[in-house]
């Protein structure tokens, strides 16, 4: 469920709670507080910064060593002793002293990044795929933790918890400091994040865990030497924002940075062919009610509509006595939503002795009910071939996954294929996607079904703008018995090719995520009682529909543990 309660991130009232965007930085990597002030490395520039997170104010530490740092990425502090990671090596230094490097132990591949208590080192090693852990004062290894994710870590330590930020899964793990097993993860707000650190809120005396992020964006230049003057051009973006956090372990998830976003769904009748249709009824599916996303309310827009419940879902009816050729109608609604970043935490272990799945489910979802070709011998092989002799339910799903993203390429098209035919032919937009993780799904006996509809576009840091996506979007959700619905996108993590792919959106969406009309069709039309035949009127035939998301203002959840 939603938290019990969530408050604003207003940082008038707060200043803990705003942006920090740093002056003249280009790639902010590990970052780490000193009293009230963050210490960072700039791994582009090689600067040592010392920033003020009330008033973006930078100074430039190492003045005349930065070259010495080019490249380093990993940083912690431990009293006036300053840890890095660079290249292959760890090495410390005395920060009130003239930055000489003190060699501390050299890896057989790069160092990413570093952590440190009285008495421990901990160091991220992404081609090793270990967190490595060594004595502080010998230099000696300890012992080692798989690495939670797959992309370039940093990691610091709170208490007996060792938090890691993931740049390729969008993710921060929770981690047990002293076993390395993952206690729950936590999905950004913003992709690519490169470092995190815990300060003490001087207002609340509540930890706030602050991530930077480093990426490139692109931005529209006005080059007056140029014909036309306007080019596209990319440029560096770095900063840090806090990650707000809520963990319910008797859910089995967690929420992160929730946003108040009003939604807008509107058609506007514009028919390429003239039509009249008698006795007409509309449906749009509304926004649904789940664990990460609450309607605080909805209204009409252009016409009034009633509302009716199918399966569960809200569903807005427009109705016309009649639709004449030459009408134009705008109608549609708006609504106010809570939506939050939610990464759910289930194991293989935890559905080895789950129910059976109910035979209501059976015949519901898994049947071919949506022209999803699972007769076909393409898609039977297929879905033998994805799970091989595995039998867990979660790492069947897991491996239908890569399998698809194996198979397939991203690619958008005007129509989607059925699955047979996108398998074949090797490229896939979300839905062909969807259709081939469906069809292999329920041919496993795993009960999987189609949500979703739209994404906000993910700009969380631009508040009050107007904002449109380019194209809809669906993803699906597979049914453990005893548990519920687990969320899985369809395409987004198929990032590299052959893999490894994140697992950031396994069983995890985030906060631009909107869910409407599970388990029903997103928009029907009717006329005279009966359904419209879609090959003689479609809907994308008689009407352009605008869909707007504003976002109002940022949440924290206020609850969980």
Same mark, same amino acid.
């Given at each position: ?135 502080? #004062?010998?230099?000696?290894?300890? #012992? ?43 999905? #950004? ?360 998301? #504003? ?11």
């Amino acid at each position: 469920m939603i938290p019990d309660s969530a408050s604003s991130v207003d940082p008038k009232q707060n200043p803990w709670f705003r942006t920090i965007r740093p002056i003249g930085a280009a790639a902010l990597q590990g970052i780490a507080f000193r009293d009230d002030t963050i210490i960072a490395i700039d791994a582009t520039t090689g600067y040592l910064l010392q920033i003020d997170p009330l008033s973006d104010n930078t100074a430039i530490l190492n003045s005349s060593r930065e070259s010495d740092l080019v490249g380093a990425t990993g940083l912690a502090l431990s009293g006036d002793t300053l840890w890095l990671t660079w290249q292959d090596s760890v090495y410390c230094c005395q920060l009130n002293g003239d930055f000489t490097l003190e060699h501390f132990v050299t890896l057989p591949y790069t160092a990413d990044g570093v952590a440190v208590t009285a008495s421990t080192v901990y160091v991220a090693c992404k081609k090793a795929g270990y967190i490595l852990v060594y004595n502080r #004062t010998t230099a000696r290894e300890i #012992t080692r933790f798989y690495t939670p994710g797959i992309g370039v870590e940093n990691i610091t330590v709170r208490d007996e918890e060792l938090w890691v930020s993931d740049i390729e899964e969008q993710t921060v793990y929770c981690l047990d400091r002293a076993t390395g097993e993952i206690q729950f993860s936590l999905l #950004t707000p913003f992709e690519r994040p490169t470092g995190l650190a815990f300060h003490t809120d001087p207002q609340t005396g509540r930890d706030i865990l602050y991530v930077a992020y480093a990426s490139e964006e692109p931005y529209i230049r006005d080059n007056p030497n140029a014909d036309p003057n306007h080019e596209l051009q990319y440029r560096d973006r770095t900063f840090i924002h806090p990650l707000h956090f809520a963990y319910y372990p008797d859910r089995h998830y967690a929420l992160s940075n929730g946003y108040l976003i009003e939604m807008s769904y509107v058609e506007e009748l514009s028919p390429l062919d003239e039509v009249e249709l008698n006795e007409v009824e509309w449906r749009i599916a509304l926004p649904s009610e789940t664990d990460r996303q609450k309607v605080r309310k909805i209204e009409p827009v252009g016409r009034p509509f009633t509302e009716e419940i199918q399966d569960g879902q809200r569903v807005a009816v427009f109705k016309f006595d009649t639709l004449q050729p030459g009408e134009r109608h705008l109608f549609g609604w708006k609504a106010l939503l809570e939506v939050w970043s939610i990464k759910y935490r289930l194991t293989p272990r935890d559905v080895e002795n789950i129910p059976k799945l109910s035979s209501e489910f059976e015949s519901r979802y898994l049947v071919d009910d949506d022209e999803l070709a699972m007769d076909t011998e393409i898609i039977r092989r297929a879905a033998r071939e994805a799970i091989g002799r595995e039998t867990n339910l979660l790492r069947q799903v897991y491996s239908i996954r890569n399998y698809v993203y194996d198979q397939l390429s991203y690619g958008i098209k005007p129509h989607i294929d059925p699955p047979d035919v996108a398998l074949e032919r090797g490229i896939g937009s979300c839905g062909e996607y969807l259709g081939v993780l469906l069809a292999l799904g329920r041919l496993n006996g795993i009960a999987c079904r189609t949500v979703g509809r739209y994404k906000c576009p993910p700009h969380a840091d631009k508040p009050g703008i107007p904002l449109e996506p380019d194209f809809n979007h669906v993803w699906m959700e597979f049914y453990v018995p005893g548990f519920g619905w687990l969320p899985m996108e369809s395409n987004p993590d198929d990032t590299v090719e052959g893999g490894p792919y994140p697992t950031r959106f396994f069983m995890g969406l985030c906060w631009y995520h909107m869910e409407m009309g599970k388990s029903i069709p997103f928009e029907t039309l009717m006329s005279q009682g009966e359904p419209v035949n879609k090959a003689e009127i479609s809907i994308g035939e008689l009407a352009i529909n605008h869909v707007r998301f #504003t976002i109002v203002e940022e949440l924290i959840p206020l609850g969980g543990g």
